[in-house]
């Protein structure tokens, strides 16, 4: 595993961190599209600031080919990958070992490299999900939750440690949700927190937003659209008309900012949250499992991405 060590001050370097020379240690994301991504942005930012001589690059990888590359980004010495859509449950065959939380929630976000060219398979979404809420008191509330997915998961896990009432997951795939139901209850249960799955193509969802404390939607329906594309939002457009007040929306989409759901939460007087800080978040703590140095220069990732999302 990385060493425990901490870093109280970066040393400040002379050469940019954005001169890649022979010695530059290689870190990145893995998912399909990544073309959007922040996170080269955010974390090369990061290390400069660090004084960390790593580069972050983003690859778009298929599902069909996850598993040699990760095994071929293993051997060429990559000191550690973050996982993004679709892949955060099917690289769990990559992993040699899982964390706790990773292996309890059966998603995977970040890997670590270990001995023999093998990978530990951890996650850093639950914490990075927490964090824009700590400011809120959810408990014995009811929660929303649109899909059904890797993200997703890490979702329902923060949520167990925030004593809400009850938890709600919207899908279109029977047997998706099922599964997801199946293997999520368990963890709920022992919190007191009960947990039902509805599929919007067969139920009428309107009475479970109109009820909702707070909306998650961890799916990728609203990315990078046009914001004159007002239709592609979760569920449809109209559900949102019975949409109260006092839910709080949090889209875990952070490009169009905000997202055209956001808006129509914006526009209902809505606390909305974005997945800025979520990303942020997520990313800090996997630089620190795979550097080791605990002082990562969060207010630094975040700032620079704010400014590429400006230009």
């Known amino acids: 595993m990385v060493p425990e060590h901490s870093l109280s001050k970066f040393e400040s370097t002379s050469s940019k961190m954005s001169t890649i020379t022979g010695k530059t240690n290689l870190v990145g994301l893995l998912g399909q599209p990544v073309n959007h991504s922040l996170s080269p ?14 580069c972050y690059v983003a690859m778009p990888c298929e599902s069909q080919d996850l598993e040699k590359v990760t095994k071929a980004l293993r051997f060429l010495d990559f000191k550690g990958l973050n996982i993004t859509i679709p892949h955060k449950q099917e690289v769990l065959k990559a992993c040699n070992k899982l964390t706790e939380i990773s292996n309890e929630i ?3 976000n970040t890997l670590i490299p270990e001995e023999n060219n093998q990978w530990i398979g951890a996650n850093t979404d639950v914490q990075g999900f927490l964090t824009p ?13 649109i899909g059904c997915g890797g993200s ?5 896990m923060g949520l167990s440690s925030l004593n809400v009432k009850k938890v709600t997951i919207i899908g279109r795939n029977d047997s998706s949700l099922n599964i997801f139901v199946k293997s999520t209850r368990n963890l709920l249960s022992r919190r007191g927190i009960s947990i039902e799955s509805i599929n919007n193509k067969e139920l009428n969802v309107s009475p479970y937003i109109q009820e909702a404390d707070l909306i998650i939607n961890t799916t990728p329906i609203g990315m990078n659209d046009s914001k004159t ?8 457009r109209e559900i949102w008309d019975c949409l109260s007040n006092k839910t709080i929306l949090y889209d875990l989409i952070y ?11 914006q526009q209902k007087n809505c606390f909305t949250i974005d997945g800025l800080d979520m990303l942020v978040e997520q990313g800090a703590f996997s630089i620190r499992l795979w ?10 990732m975040k700032s620079s991405a704010e400014k590429h999302l400006m230009v």
């Open 41 to 54: 942005i955010m974390h090369n930012a990061a290390y400069e600031e660090m004084g960390l001589d790593w």
């Open 152 to 156: 997703a998961r890490a979702v329902v």
């Open 255 to 265: 490009t169009p900012r905000p997202t055209n759901w956001l808006q129509i939460g």
């Open 291 to 300: 550097s080791g140095f605990h002082d990562v220069p969060v207010q630094t």
């Open 106 to 108: 059966q998603a995977v």
């Open 229 to 236: 594309n007002q239709e592609n939002v979760p569920l449809g």
């Open 133 to 145: 809420l700590k400011d809120h008191n959810l408990k014995n509330k009811n929660v929303v939750v």
